[in-house]
């Protein structure tokens, strides 16, 4: 059975500095992630995907299959960045994905 | 704009006592789901219809039932509320397209229900 796993519950940085989301997924066949937002009071919604290769609000992430993780990852970080952040494998199915969420981290950027 | 919708946003009811949760999204997708997120835990797969297929997860409890009248609705019904049903539920919808299927779209989230069991 497949499993994503994010380490860290709460990670807390200041503006300005870097910050990495950790999320390290277990899967037999071939994986596809994808990162998910909650800000405030709003509702979940897709930040990236692997396949997208795209960087969103100056936010990456790269899928190394080697060390199954898929790290989300931002140069400066910004307050409005505050936030949960659960890292998602899906897997295909002919009646439509499944989604295996990670428990969440919660990333607060102090001013 | 086009949205899922999730009412109500907050509901209480009394252990044992039947509640229906509902679902309605403009989205005009195939597939419809139903998560439950406990408080700090991940949101967990109940179940999804994709168009009138009704597909179960296999540990998803006897007491949670789910109606798809139409494309734009889909009901979670839970029989007799116990004290750990009390959580937040997610409905998310996403489009298969293509003969074969394929790949579908992202999985659009409504703002969910917190649902509390006294």
């Known amino acids: 059975a497949q499993r994503v796993t994010q380490p860290e519950k709460l990670l807390s940085v200041f503006k300005g500095a870097p910050v990495e989301l950790k999320c390290n997924y277990s899967?037999?066949?071939?994986?596809?992630l994808f990162w998910y937002v909650q800000y405030s009071r709003q509702r979940l919604q897709l930040l990236l995907r692997?396949?997208s290769r795209e960087s969103i609000k100056g936010f990456t992430a790269d899928l190394n299959k080697g060390e199954t993780s898929f790290h989300l990852k931002k140069p400066f970080a910004q307050e409005e960045d505050s936030a949960m952040y659960y890292c998602?494998?899906?897997?295909?199915?002919?009646?439509?994905?499944?989604?295996?969420f990670g428990e969440g981290t919660q990333l607060t950027v102090n001013p | 704009d086009a949205m899922v919708i999730q009412n109500p946003r907050y509901q209480v009811t009394q252990f044992g006592k039947p509640v229906t949760l509902s679902c309605s999204q403009t989205?005009?997708?195939?597939?419809m789901y139903w998560y439950q997120q406990k408080s700090s835990q991940a949101p967990k797969l109940l179940f999804h219809?994709?168009?009138?297929?009704?597909?179960n997860e296999a540990d998803t409890p006897d007491n949670f039932q789910s109606r798809r009248p139409n494309t734009s609705f889909c009901f979670l019904d839970i029989r007799s509320p116990g004290l750990g049903d009390a959580a937040m539920y997610l409905c998310?919808?996403?489009?298969?397209?293509?003969?074969?299927?394929?790949?579908?779209?992202?999985?659009?989230f409504g703002p969910g229900t917190r649902l509390t069991v006294l």
């Open positions: 899967y037999s066949g071939s994986p596809e």
């Open positions: 998602a494998l899906r897997v295909e199915e002919t009646s439509g994905s499944r989604l295996t």
């Open positions: 692997h396949i």
């Open positions: 989205l005009n997708h195939n597939v």
């Open positions: 219809y994709y168009d009138k297929d009704f597909n």
């Open positions: 998310a919808t996403s489009r298969i397209f293509g003969l074969a299927g394929g790949i579908d779209n992202e999985q659009f």
